[in-house]
Structure formats: C-alpha cells, structure tokens
C-alpha cells in the first residue's frame, strides 16, 4: 500500500519570506500523481498544485512550487513571498495512475503559520 | 470550477440515533464519490468509496453497518451514520470525481457531527 509521509507537523515563516514543506511517498507504482492541499480554519480543502510523475518538469502556481525528486520520492513545496492568507494545514496526498482508482493518500499534514 | 455540496455542515445529536449526510456534484456527473473521516488535528482518512449503483468499497476497520453509504445517482451520496455514539463525533467530507484517472478531485465543505 501506499504511504505519504510530512515529517513536520508545523513550520513557521515570516510574511514575505520563503518556506518549503517536505513531503516524502512510498509506492512500487510508476504512473501516480502528487498534489499539496491546504486547508484553512474553514477546513474546506482546496488544491494547491498538482505533479503527474511521469512529467520531469516541476508544477509551478503562482508562488507556489514543487521540487518533485522520483527517484528520492520527494515532494516538497515551495511557497514564495508568504502572506497571511497562506496560514493553514497543508496536506500531501498520492493518487494512484491505475484506470478508475480516484482516491488519495493523504500524509498527517503540516501546520503554517505566518508571521507577520 | 466543478462545485459539490455537502449537507449539513453541523449537526449534533443523541447518542442511539441516526444521522445522514448528503453530497452532491453540482456541475458534473460523479460515478465515484469518496468519504472521509478527519479527526481533530489529525489527517484524511478515507471510510469508503462510493460507487453510483452498486454497493461500496469500505477501507479496512471501517464497520459497513455503521457508516451506510448510497449512491443512487450519479449526483447524489449519502452517508448514513447509525446508532450514533459519542466515538462516532468527527468531521466528514466528501470528494468526487468528474473522469476516472486524470481528472482531479474537487470536496465538500465537510459536516462537524457531534454526537452528546
């Protein structure tokens, strides 16, 4: 089965400053995809970025981007020029490739706070 | 964006009785939905996946008597707690699916249930 591993239950960052929040997997699958989450006091999940791993180019949104290492399977991601706005839980999660097979694999999450 | 519902958002209620939660894809047509359990401070567990006509998939521990789940259309899940008890107090969320595979999850806001 598959696992999804945060070792850091919360980070703290300056506003503006740059953060990165790791995010480690464990499959013996080679087609999957890898998202970050981020759910705020509202707890309304809302996708922040998506990787496919067949793609070797890391996804970029905006401030937000991944260092995407499949060899390490490795998922981290990068928030430049933190704000306020971007205080919350961030969830990583693994999607298998398999036809049909929908559901994620979420790691235990990471807690961002933001300094003002 | 493809929107989903979930109702009701809070509901709090007597230990022994029943509560149903209801997700619906506003925009799309969802052959597949998934359950989620979240307890405080804690990640996404999945419960189930729900498949329009035919009966669930429930995870490993996940008692199928307690937590009815039914998809009878491919708009509409309902996940049905029964003979609630104060264990059973957690927050719920949905999620579907527009494509099998490649097209990426969206999620309700979530249901608080707590059971007195």
């Known amino acids: 089965a598959q696992t999804v591993t945060q070792s850091q239950p919360e980070m703290s960052v300056q506003e503006a400053e740059t953060v990165t929040l790791s995010c480690t997997y464990d499959?013996?699958?080679?087609?999957?995809?890898l998202f970050w989450y981020k759910q705020p006091p509202s707890r309304q999940m809302i996708l922040v970025i998506r990787?496919?791993?067949?793609?070797?180019q890391n996804a970029t949104e905006n401030r937000f981007s991944v260092n995407f290492q499949k060899a390490a399977k490795s998922f981290s991601l990068k928030i430049s020029d933190s704000q306020l706005g971007d205080a919350a839980m961030y969830f990583c999660?693994?999607?298998?490739?398999?036809?049909?097979?929908?559901?994620?694999?979420f790691g235990q999450g990471t807690r961002l706070t933001i300094n003002p | 964006g493809a929107v989903v519902s979930q109702h009701p958002s809070r509901v709090i209620c007597k230990s022994g009785t029943s509560v149903k939660i209801e997700c619906r894809s506003l925009d799309f047509q969802a052959t597949t939905m998934f359950w989620y359990r979240q307890f405080p401070k804690q990640s996404l567990m999945l419960m189930a996946t729900?498949?329009?006509?035919?009966?669930?998939?429930?995870e490993q521990g996940v008692e199928k008597d307690k937590f009815l789940i039914n998809h009878a259309s491919l708009t509409l899940s309902t996940l049905t707690v029964t003979s609630a008890h104060p264990e059973d107090s957690s927050f719920y969320i949905c999620?579907?699916?527009?494509?099998?595979?490649?097209?990426?999850?969206?999620f309700g806001s979530g249901t608080q249930l707590s059971v007195l």
């Open positions: 499959t013996s699958e080679s087609d999957y995809y």
């Open positions: 999660a693994y999607r298998s490739g398999i036809q049909g097979a929908q559901k994620l694999v």
């Open positions: 999620s579907a699916g527009r494509y099998a595979n490649r097209e990426k999850l969206f």
């Open positions: 729900s498949n329009e006509g035919s009966k669930a998939t429930y």
């Open positions: 990787q496919e791993a067949y793609k070797q």
